[in-house]
């Protein structure tokens, strides 16, 4: 079966430090993967998505980056956080048959705060 | 492009209550459309679908939608809701069909079940 982690699932970061997320899929080949963050009254943002390795597309220019370095790694990165990248981070994948091709399935998520 | 409208940020309804948390879309073209729970700091989980078919749907655990093409909505009902169903509830869309389609979600309806 397919399987999503995400981690930390807490960070507590002060301002300027940089940032890694990580997260990886299993069970599965060739997914697309998403990154989210969710911010207290704005939903859900889609920050970046990747249809394969090394394929990177960015929704909303900022101040992270995201790189897919192997099919079922995504990587969520910052070189210099702000006060404003505090939210929930999450990690999503779907498919490319029946029945995942039709909806994502979501990590666990990491509460950021950066201080 | 698709939207959704989520038209209640928060529903606060009494344990053993109807409730119905409502979704409107816009889009120009056939769409599947999909809502998520979440749990405090969780991920999303997918809840129920529509892709094609009755235009009723319904999950394991009580709850339904129903598409309605011409008023554009999805919206999701439970006829009793119980303490465990207090979430945030996403509703989503994306274009019909197998191509590499991004979902869009509505912002969130935190449903709080009060005793």
């Known amino acids: 079966s397919q399987t999503i982690h995400q981690w930390p699932a807490t960070l507590v970061q002060p301002v300027g430090s940089p940032l890694s997320l990580e997260c990886t899929v299993e069970?599965?080949?060739?997914?697309?993967l998403y990154w989210y963050r969710q911010a207290a009254g704005r939903g859900l943002q889609l920050l970046f998505y990747?249809?394969?390795?090394?394929?990177i597309s960015s929704e909303v220019p900022q101040n992270l980056s995201a790189s897919r370095p192997q099919d079922r790694q995504f990587i969520l990165s910052s070189k210099k956080l702000l006060l404003s990248d505090s939210g929930f981070y999450l990690c999503?994948?779907?498919?490319?048959?029946?029945?995942?091709?039709?909806?994502?399935?979501f990590g666990s998520g990491t509460r950021l705060t950066v201080v | 492009a698709q939207s959704v409208t989520q038209l209640d940020s928060q529903v606060p309804v009494f344990e053993e209550a109807p409730v119905e948390l409502r979704c409107n879309y816009s889009?120009?073209?056939?769409?599947?459309l999909f809502w998520y729970v979440q749990y405090p700091n969780q991920g999303l989980q997918l809840l129920l679908k529509?892709?094609?078919?009755?235009?009723l749907v319904e999950s394991i655990n009580g709850f339904e939608a129903e598409f309605n093409k011409s008023q554009t909505s999805f919206h999701l009902r439970k006829p009793s809701v119980h303490i465990s169903d207090t979430a945030e509830y996403f509703c989503?869309?994306?274009?019909?069909?197998?191509?590499?389609?991004?979902?869009?979600f509505g912002k969130g309806t935190k449903l709080s079940v009060i005793p």
């Open positions: 069970g599965t080949s060739n997914p697309n």
């Open positions: 999503a994948w779907r498919g490319r048959q029946v029945p995942s091709l039709y909806g994502y399935t």
């Open positions: 889009s120009s073209v056939s769409v599947y």
């Open positions: 529509y892709l094609s078919g009755s235009t």
């Open positions: 989503a869309v994306r274009p019909s069909g197998a191509g590499s389609y991004q979902l869009t």
């Open positions: 990747s249809v394969g390795i090394g394929q």
